[in-house]
């Protein structure tokens, strides 16, 4: 059975600062890792990570993927209170399906 | 352009009885998903398709029932609902790309309580 885990499952912070978010998987037959933000409705793409070592960036978010670990991590640079949401993330395996196996999530809170 | 459309937004149901979630999509995706979140929890596939006419289970398909007659349409049948099936559902889709890529486009999601 696939799984992915993240940590931590919650994280409050204040405005300014940089956080980073794990995010660990065990996915038969590995193909991508994908991350997205909720904020109280339906997930919003963030980022796919198929590469290892291979940093994707977007604003002040950036993931990078360590397929020899199995991890990846998202780092969110001079947070802002609109960073506020769930971020989860996603082990994809390859195959006709593409299905995904979702982390919990990690509940990041930034504070004015 | 409407993207994924499910409906109802929110349903109250009381154990033993019957619903459906509509879930209808006008991106032309081959691949459509339903989702389950509990909360403080990811999502949890129930059932997946590939195309007109195939479904499949996901991790948690106990309980629910699928169909898939036309590309645009992907109901969510629960046949006698339990308290456990309270969650917010989502129904999700991707188009078929030649990278394999699985972006997901979700719906907005629907509100399930069973009492």
């Known amino acids: 059975e696939d799984k992915v885990v993240q940590s931590p499952l919650s994280l409050v912070v204040h405005e300014g600062d940089t956080v980073t978010l794990n995010c660990s998987y065990e996915?038969?037959?590995?193909?991508?890792l994908l991350w997205y933000k909720q904020e109280k409705k339906a997930p919003t793409f963030l980022f796919m990570l198929t590469s290892s070592g291979i940093e994707k960036k977007s604003g002040r978010l950036s993931s990078i993927l360590d397929k020899k670990e199995l991890f990846s991590i998202l780092n969110i640079t001079a947070t802002q209170t609109g960073d506020s949401a769930v971020y989860l993330c996603a082990g994809m395996r390859s195959g006709s399906a593409r299905q995904l196996t979702f982390g919990s999530g990690t509940q990041l809170t930034v504070l004015p | 352009n409407a993207g994924v459309t499910q409906t109802p937004k929110f349903r109250i149901l009381k154990i033993g009885q019957s619903m459906t979630l509509q879930c209808t999509q006008d991106?032309?995706?081959?691949?459509m998903y339903w989702y389950r979140q509990d909360p403080g929890m990811g999502l949890k596939l129930i059932y997946y398709s590939v195309g007109a006419g195939i479904t499949d289970k996901g991790e948690v398909p106990n309980g629910y029932n699928v169909s898939r007659s036309t590309t645009e349409d992907f109901p969510l049948r629960l046949e006698l609902a339990a308290p456990s099936q309270t969650s917010v559902y989502f129904c999700?889709?991707?188009?078929?790309?030649?990278?394999?890529?699985?972006?997901?486009?979700f719906g907005a999601g629907s509100r399930l309580t069973v009492l």
């Open positions: 999700a889709s991707t188009e078929t790309g030649i990278s394999g890529a699985n972006v997901l486009t």
């Open positions: 996915v038969t037959n590995f193909r991508s």
């Open positions: 991106m032309n995706h081959n691949y």
